[in-house]
């Protein structure tokens, strides 16, 4: 089965500009995650959806962070205005009843 | 504040030896998930273990649980080169709605 995909790979921003990350979960998982990995550290989740509802973004700085769950499929994460603190690996993963499955990220490198 | 958090952080073995990592967390769980990341790739899942389990074996994996203590222990046996990475382990708490809380992680390097 394909396994989840993320792009861009690398993102490099100003601070205060805005950047969104793409997700397309495996088919068929309905529950989504976007989590936020600062080096060294593990990562953090942001926001949880079940097909296209939320579960959980008791984690997600609502003043600057957006996602959506188009059709309980794809998903969108974005960033608006960005800070130098949101640099970290941006990591989408996606499950059924089971274990996570991860992309390989987003890179952000906000200057 | 993270909820499980792992020892040793770093790790550093000869190829062939036994790597032994530990995970500590802090509120009662559903199960408890490893999973190992390559540098600069996503995470991979390993194995799961169940509160109501004391042990599993996948290959070269054991992973063990003890839920009064709460920890949680990873033995790769007859490590190799290619075992080099960074491990994690997760919890999910009870009645946690599947939300899956990671560890700060643990760098394994096993040296050829």
């Known amino acids: 089965e394909a396994g989840v995909a993320q792009s861009p790979r690398y993102k490099i921003i100003e601070k205060r500009q805005s950047v969104a990350f793409w997700c397309n979960p495996i088919s068929g998982h309905a529950t989504l995650y976007w989590y936020q990995q600062i080096l060294g550290q593990g990562p953090k989740l942001l926001i949880q959806f079940q097909n296209n509802g939320v579960v959980d973004d008791s984690q997600l700085p609502k003043d600057r962070f957006s996602a959506e769950r188009l059709k309980g499929v794809d998903s969108t994460l974005k960033i608006q205005p960005a800070k130098l603190e949101d640099s970290a690996v941006y990591l989408c993963?996606?499950?059924?009843?089971?274990?996570?499955?991860f992309g390989n990220g987003t890179r952000l490198t906000v200057t | 504040s993270q909820q499980g958090e792992e020892d040793p952080q770093a790790l550093s073995i000869q190829e062939g030896e036994n790597a032994t990592m530990n995970c500590s967390y802090k509120?009662?769980?559903?199960?408890l998930q490893w999973y190992r990341q390559n540098s600069g790739r996503g995470l991979v899942h390993l194995i799961l273990?169940?509160?109501?389990?004391r042990e599993k074996h996948s290959g070269r994996l054991r992973v063990t649980l003890d839920t009064s203590k709460k920890s949680s222990s990873l033995l790769i046996t007859a490590s190799r080169a290619a075992d080099t990475a960074s491990y994690f382990c997760a919890t999910v708490l009870t009645g946690a709605n599947s939300k899956l809380t990671f560890g700060k992680g643990i760098t394994l390097s096993v040296r050829p």
């Open positions: 509120t009662s769980i559903n199960n």
């Open positions: 273990i169940r509160s109501n389990e």
């Open positions: 993963a996606s499950s059924f009843l089971g274990p996570l499955h």
